[in-house]
């Protein structure tokens, strides 16, 4: 999840004020990128609330097995500051679909009809071309790659101070998932670049 936990918790308190608490339906599709939220969301479930930093803190320990936790904590604090944003609402943060069904879409446009903007990008973009929606979409995964190259450095910095088990579930958390989340974004600018070099011939 690309949003903070500060917007989960206030989301789900809501739901808790409004009476919501017989089940909650959380859909997560592959559990292991998502692990660090899902225990947020179950910790706040049956506590009906949490003090964000100190879980964060608890986890860290819990999870990595860690007695040093400072760098792992503060990496997990600045998971969302390096989300791409699509829009300008709170939650508007791109999960892991965005870099490759988007692409996937315009490159579909452009092959079926490139005279045509894509009718499916209406929730995201008013280009009014197709070629405006690829550079509406470049912008976002140019700047998102560019971030998550810069929070990737720093993520494999503190992998390098781990040892043992700790560093081996780093290297397949959050590690992992920033390399995902870079090279799919890096993958969709290069793919723009080469659908506005075809609008060109």
Known sequence: LTNTPE???REL???LERGGDDFWIINCSNVKPHVYYLDLIAQLWKNGDIDIEQHREEYVKS???LEEIGQVTERL????QYAAAYGKEEDEHAGEQFPNHVARILVAQYIKNREKRSEELLWATEG???AEQVQWYQAICGKAAASYQ???R???MTEAVLTGKGQELFRDSLLLQVQIYYHCFQGAFLICKSLLEGFQE
């Open 7 to 9: 917007f989960v918790k």
């Open 13 to 15: 308190t809501e739901v």
């Open 63 to 65: 999870y990595y097995g």
């Open 77 to 80: 604090k600045e998971y969302p």
């Open 128 to 130: 009014k071309t197709l």
């Open 150 to 152: 810069e929070y990737l």
């Open 154 to 156: 720093k993520c494999r």
